[in-house]
Each structure stands twice: as structure tokens, then as C-alpha cells.
């Protein structure tokens, strides 16, 4: 039946042995009190009286004193054993109570997923079940730190604002990790706020058990603190139990710790603390829901910061994370209470306006939040602005569920081609867009085999002397179904898809045949520079394959006549990889041109890193020259620096006489634009360029 009794209760059972020997002792000092008096009693009453008659008389009065002395010795016998019985019965109730009191505090630990409702609670159930007059518990924020308060239940009759430090004893200090018990307040003459709750609430015992921090191995992480009504409250089996309480309360703690960390790397950005896609999609859900049935507006903001991107690569990641958490932190603040932003990608992040009263509201906050933050960063002179290029989606304008919200936000941002601190807004025709460019691709994937694929080729001039020095070779296509499609409209979309690898190698293909025709044909100091899209220079072994491609159209010996043209977003997502494949191809004795250059991050400070041999202006600052004096000077500038670090420069888009004299007079090496020639078939570029050299040989003659 004792069986599932705990130990410390077990001492308390009756049990054989000490029962008979407490019952031995009543009998033994009863039967001592008895021959004490038969010897004794008689001889005493003999020297007092010598009278027979008196004699019975007295022996009566013996027998009654006798009597009375037994039974009043038998009543303090009985008392003393009774009392005893009590005291083990008491004892055995309080730690009925106590461990009452663990099993609760282990059913609230099961329960309770909350640190701050575990302590309170525990606090509480010590007084309520544990009969506990004052509970607290301390905790220390980091190990070596003094504990602070985390939860307590003061006495009636203590002020409210009672605090005292943790418990000590004198002389000891609370530096100790042994339990304390202090059973009846007398050592506590140096402590007044333990004095006043001995005196104010009638405390009379204390004991203050550590609690154990189980994953550092610390013996104690904190204190329970407890105090009773009743003197000596505390023995041994009560503290042993009250021991296992504490320890409890820090397995508690520590599953809480651990599930807490553990929820947190579900539902949390572990660089940023932002919530992550998953905890943005379960609020955007619920966010959803309220608004439909409160008629609100719900607004789901997405966004990337290009510049990241480019400042990650060439600062390293180091600074990369700094600046995420300077964006995290200036979208945080720019939302309302309720609001939520999450962290979607390496350099993507999100804000869900939970509840808006109109669409505009939207529209006011987007603009504020895609300027993004302005940054400082060695090494760079002036501050950078983050800014965020974002796309939009609103509920219920555009979508009906959650879910669409995102999908419709992701295809806003896609579209959005203005870049960054701007923001694209969900439309239905973006649908239809999206399907248009899915027939793009699926009509370009057919596009070699179908013949419909042409490489025109634009002139490029040498600008002192407008002699021609080399072509771009431009892809065509017109396409049975669509007719002829801008390479600007359909090159992107081929960048979507694996398709742009068969198409950049048809165009490799096509101008090394022309290159080396040309060749046999006997011109001289030509070039023919072609387009690489940044996914095929990312490709696996993009120099070996272009050597492959050379070497089957006889290109290899006459490599220095070909060229390749990247763009700045080549280097975006990984400056040290892009790098390694440019010197490749430059080792091939390919040059490489960077195109575009001003359009993209435009940053002029890392230029020397770079494996480019020559930079080509892009159109839209040749395009306002000469009358733009920022135009100018920025034109001006490019060409300097690019001249500085031994680079050659080429302009885009010359147009007008005009911008030719004044790009030649600022010593800009080649020309490329309409003025000269448009991107034309080989065979008519052929005669242009023929035409071109009888004339200077004319000329010469
Ligand atoms: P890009 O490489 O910057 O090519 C120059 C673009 O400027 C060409 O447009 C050309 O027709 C246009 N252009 C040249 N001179 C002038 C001028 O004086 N005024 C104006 N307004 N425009 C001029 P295009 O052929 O439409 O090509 C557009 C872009 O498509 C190219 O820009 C290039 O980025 C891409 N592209 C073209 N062909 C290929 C290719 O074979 N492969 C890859 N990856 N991209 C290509
Ligand atoms: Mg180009
Ligand atoms: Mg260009």
C-alpha cells in the first residue's frame, strides 16, 4: 500500500518496533513509579506515625495518593505520546502539501510554454497548495550576474512595494549554492526588509532553495525563496522535497529556453530577429481574415535592395550583414504597432500593412520605405542610400486570399523594371504579361531550329579619324507567330529560363564564323564584339566552352579580334567568381568589354579590380550631350578615370555630328551609333566596310 509512498513519508508510518518501544517505556516508568512506592512508601509512613489505629487510617490516604500520583503520570505519559503523534501526523500533512505542491508545479511545467507564467504560477501554487505564506523567485539575467526578481507572492499585511535583496545568511553571503533555512528569523538583525516581513506578516521560518540551470551546469541560475507562519517550518524531508521543486522549476525553464530558441529559428530571421517567409505567411493569413470581416484594406509590400548586392560582393559578407540589419532596422521603425516585416531572401525583404483604411495609405508608406537607409562604409567616400525596389499587391482590390497576395506582390516586383526607391503595383494585364512572356520563351525555345534567329552587325568608329574598327554583333528575331521582337524585350526573358544558353551559343557560334570569313577576306584591326548574358558567364566552364566555340570556327589564332560584352550584373552576385571567369577569357586573348557602364551600380571606385579591357559608354548619357552640362561631366569623368586605369572607351548611341566632335575632343576611342551605321545584316555590313577601306586607300593614293 506504501509503495508509491515517497521515501520521506515512509519514516513516518507506524511501524512494529518503535510503537512496542514507546509502549515498553509508558510501562517501565509505570512499573518504576509503582515499586518506587511500594518500597518506599511504607517505611515513610512508619517514621511518621507510630499509632496502629491512625496507621489503616493512613494506609487509605497511601492507596489515594497513589492513585492520583500514577494517574497524572500516566496523563503526562500519554500527553507527551500523543503530542508526538501530532507533531508526525502535522508533519506528515505539510509534506503532503509540499509534495502536492511538486506535482502541480510539474504539471504547470508540462502545461505552461510562457517563462513569465511558469514563475508566476509557481509562485502562486506554493502559497495556494503549499501553505506557504511568501513565495519569490530571482533570477540571474547571465551567469555572474546578481538574480532579479521574477515573480512573488508577498504575505497579507506587507506593503506592496516590499523588496529586499536575496536571502543570505550573515556572514555567509548569497553567493552560496547551498539551501538556506532560517528557522526563526533570529539571524536576520542586519536584513531590515526580511525583518519587516517577520514583523509585519508574522513570518517565522525562511528557506531559500537554489534553482539549478541544467544546460550550463550551474548549480544555481536563481532562488526560490520561501517563508511559513511557523517556526522551524523547514526539516530535513521538507527541504529535500522543496529541493526537487527548485530543480523542477529550472528543467521548466530550460524546456522553455529550448523551445523558445527552437520556435524562434522556425519563425525568426536569426541575423535580423525579423520573422521570416513562414511567420509572414501565417500573419498575412490572419491578417486576411480580419480585414475581410472588418472591411479593411490589407497591404503586402515586397521588396530587394540591388545595392546590397553589389556592396555584400565587394565589401565582404561582414559589412553585407551590417547593412541587412540597418534595412531591417529602418523598415521597423518606419511601420505602425501591428505591422509586420519579415526577411524573404539574402537581399529580399517584406512589410505586411496589416490593417489600412484605404489603398492610399499604401502608397504614402511605400514611398517612404523604398528610400531605404542611408549607410556609411569605409572605404567609401560619401554615404549610400539603400533603396529598396518593392512591388505591391492590396487586399481585397487584387486578391481574394492570402496566398494570392504574395503571388500577386512577387509578380509586381518582377515587373518592376524602374529599380530602386521605386515600386510596381499589382495590375490584372501583369497576369497577362506574365503569360505573354511565357509564350516568348516558349516561342524563343523553338526559335534556332525554326531559322528564325539573324545576327545584325553595328558599326563602331574610330573617333579621331571615323574610321570603321570593329562591329556588334546584335540578335534578331522575328518570329513566325509574333513577328519581329526587340532582343531588349525577349534577351531578358531568355535570362529567365535555360533557354538563353543554346541562344548565346548560337550567337557565339554565328559571329566567330563571320569574324574569321572576315578575316580571310582580308580585313585588318577589325573587332567583333558579342553579348554575353550574365547566366552564361556564370555557367560552369563558360571560358572552356568558349574556347571550344573559337576553335571550331578557326577563331583561336585571330583572338584578339573578338570580344565579349557584359554588364555591370555579372558582378553582382559574386564579384570573385565573375572575376575569375573574365581572366580566363582574357587569358584566351579575348578582350572584354563592360557595356552599359553608368546604367548599373556605378560605382567608379572598384573599376580597377575588374579583368575589363575597354568600358562602353551607355546611350542615355551620350544621348543628352553636348547641351547636358551633368551629362558632360560625367562623360567627362568616365572617359578620365578609364584612361586612368588603362582602359579604352567606346560611346553608345552617337546620334548627332555634335555629340560626335564633343565625344572626340574628350578623347573618347570609338563610336558606336546610328550616325555611323544601324545593326545591319553581315553581308551589308560587308559592303559598308569594304567601302570604307577603298576609301581610305583612295584617300591614300
Ligand atoms: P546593347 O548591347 O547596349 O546594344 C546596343 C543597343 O543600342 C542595340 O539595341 C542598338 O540597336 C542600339 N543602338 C545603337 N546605336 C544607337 C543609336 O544611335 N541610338 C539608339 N537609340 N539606339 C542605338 P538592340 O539591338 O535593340 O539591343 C538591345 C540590347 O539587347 C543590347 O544592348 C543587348 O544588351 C541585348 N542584346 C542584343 N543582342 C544580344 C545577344 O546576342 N546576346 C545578348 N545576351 N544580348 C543581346
Ligand atoms: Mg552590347
Ligand atoms: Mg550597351
Redesign the pocket.
Known amino acids: 500500500m506504501d509503495e508509491g509512498m515517497p521515501p520521506a513519508h515512509r519514516r513516518f508510518l507506524p511501524r512494529p518496533g518503535p510503537a512496542l518501544r514507546a509502549g515498553g517505556r509508558v510501562a517501565a516508568i509505570y512499573a518504576l513509579a509503582g515499586a518506587l512506592w511500594i518500597l518506599f512508601s511504607d517505611r515513610f509512613l512508619a517514621r511518621l506515625v507510630v499509632d496502629p489505629g491512625q496507621w489503616i487510617e493512613l494506609q487509605t490516604y497511601k492507596g489515594w495518593v497513589f492513585v492520583a500520583v500514577t494517574a497524572l503520570l500516566l496523563a503526562w505519559l500519554v500527553t507527551r505520546l500523543v503530542n508526538r503523534l501530532y507533531e508526525k501526523h502535522y508533519q506528515i500533512q505539510r509534506l503532503n502539501r509540499t509534495h502536492r505542491l511538486l506535482s502541480s508545479i510539474n504539471g504547470t511545467i508540462v502545461r505552461v510554454r510562457d517563462r513569465d507564467e511558469l514563475l508566476r504560477t509557481a509562485c502562486e501554487l506554493a502559497v495556494r497548495r503549499g501553505g506557504y505564506q511568501f513565495a519569490r523567485i530571482l533570477l540571474s539575467p547571465a551567469p555572474g550576474e546578481p538574480p532579479v526578481l521574477a515573480g512573488q507572492v508577498l504575505p497579507a499585511g506587507l506593503d506592496a512595494g516590499w523588496s529586499a535583496p536575496p536571502l543570505s545568511v550573515p556572514g555567509r553571503g548569497n553567493e552560496s549554492t547551498e539551501a538556506i533555512h532560517l528557522q526563526d528569523l533570529e539571524n536576520l538583525g542586519g536584513q531590515p526588509a526580511w525583518r519587516q516581513l517577520a514583523d509585519q506578516a508574522g513570518l517565522r521560518s525562511l528557506a531559500a532553495l537554489p534553482i539549478p540551470d541544467w544546460a550550463k551546469g550551474v548549480a544555481a541560475r536563481g532562488w526560490l525563496e520561501l517563508g511559513s507562519g511557523t517556526a522551524k517550518q523547514f526539516d530535513a524531508a521538507e527541504l529535500e522535497l522543496l529541493r526537487e521543486i527548485a530543480a523542477d522549476i529550472g528543467l521548466g525553464l530550460e524546456t522553455i529556453d529550448k523551445s523558445a530558441s527552437l520556435d524562434a529559428l522556425a519563425h525568426f530571421d536569426p541575423l535580423t530577429g525579423l520573422p521570416n517567409e513562414a511567420l509572414l505567411r501565417d500573419r498575412m493569413q490572419q491578417a486576411v481574415a480580419r480585414a475581410s470581416h472588418d472591411k479593411r484594406v490589407v497591404g503586402l509590400l515586397l521588396a530587394d535592395v540591388p545595392e546590397l548586392i553589389r556592396l555584400n560582393d565587394l565589401h565582404g559578407s561582414q559589412v553585407g550583414d551590417r547593412l541587412r540589419k540597418e534595412v531591417a532596422d529602418f523598415l521597423g521603425e518606419a511601420i505602425r504597432d501591428g505591422d509586420t516585416v519579415a526577411r524573404t531572401g539574402r537581399y529580399s525583404f517584406a512589410v505586411l500593412l496589416a490593417d489600412m483604411a484605404r489603398s492610399e495609405d499604401m502608397v504614402e508608406l511605400a514611398e517612404r520605405l523604398l528610400r531605404g537607409p542611408e549607410v556609411c562604409i569605409e572605404g567609401e567616400e560619401l554615404p549610400i542610400r539603400l533603396a529598396l525596389r518593392g512591388g505591391v499587391a492590396l487586399f481585397p482590390t487584387d486578391s481574394a486570399q492570402g496566398e494570392q497576395l504574395s503571388r500577386h506582390a512577387a509578380l509586381a516586383l518582377h515587373n518592376n523594371t524602374r529599380g530602386p526607391g521605386t515600386c510596381a503595383f499589382y495590375s490584372p494585364d501583369m497576369n497577362q504579361i506574365a503569360q505573354s512572356r511565357l509564350r516568348v520563351a516558349h516561342g524563343l525555345e523553338h526559335a534556332i531550329e525554326r531559322e528564325e534567329l539573324e545576327l545584325h552587325y553595328?558599326m563602331l568608329v574610330d573617333a579621331q579619324n571615323r574610321e570603321p574598327r570593329g562591329a556588334?554583333?546584335?540578335?534578331r528575331w522575328e518570329s513566325a507567330r509574333y513577328g519581329k521582337i526587340?532582343?531588349?524585350e525577349f534577351?531578358p526573358i531568355a535570362e529567365e529560363g535555360e533557354v538563353i544558353h543554346p541562344i548565346?551559343d548560337w550567337?557565339l557560334q554565328q559571329a566567330c564564323r563571320q569574324l574569321r570569313h572576315w578575316m580571310d577576306e582580308g580585313i585588318e584591326h577589325f573587332h567583333v564584339s558579342?553579348?554575353?548574358?550574365t547566366p552564361q558567364l556564370q555557367r560552369e566552364g563558360f571560358a572552356a566552352h568558349l574556347r571550344e566555340i573559337m576553335e571550331r570556327n578557326g577563331v583561336l589564332p585571330i583572338a584578339s579580334a573578338l570580344a565579349i560584352?557584359v554588364t555591370e550584373t555579372a558582378f553582382m552576385n559574386d564579384l570573385d567568381r565573375a572575376e575569375q571567369v573574365l581572366t580566363e577569357v582574357r587569358d584566351l586573348g579575348v578582350q572584354v568589354y563592360l557595356?552599359?557602364f553608368g546604367t548599373g551600380f556605378s560605382s567608379l571606385s572598384y573599376l580597377s579590380r575588374l579583368p575589363v579591357d575597354v568600358l562602353k559608354i551607355d546611350?542615355a548619357f551620350i544621348h543628352d550631350l553636348p547641351d547636358d552640362a551633368r551629362a558632360g561631366s560625367l562623360v567627362r569623368a568616365i572617359i578620365a578615370l578609364a584612361h586612368s586605369l588603362g582602359l579604352k572607351v567606346i560611346a553608345?548611341?552617337?546620334?548627332t555630328r555634335e555629340q560626335a566632335d564633343w565625344l572626340q575632343a574628350r578623347g573618347c576611342d570609338l563610336l558606336?551609333?546610328?550616325?555611323y551605321s544601324r545593326?545591319v545584316p553581315a553581308a551589308d555590313m560587308e559592303m559598308a566596310n569594304v567601302r570604307h577601306r577603298h576609301a581610305f586607300r583612295a584617300r591614300r593614293s
Do not use: H, T
Request: glycine residues 10%; negative net charge; aromatic residues 4%.
Open positions: 553595328q556588334e554583333a546584335l540578335l526587340s532582343p531588349a534577351i548565346g550567337v558579342v553579348n554575353v548574358a560584352e557595356d552599359d546611350r553608345e548611341g552617337v546620334e558606336q551609333g546610328f550616325l545593326p
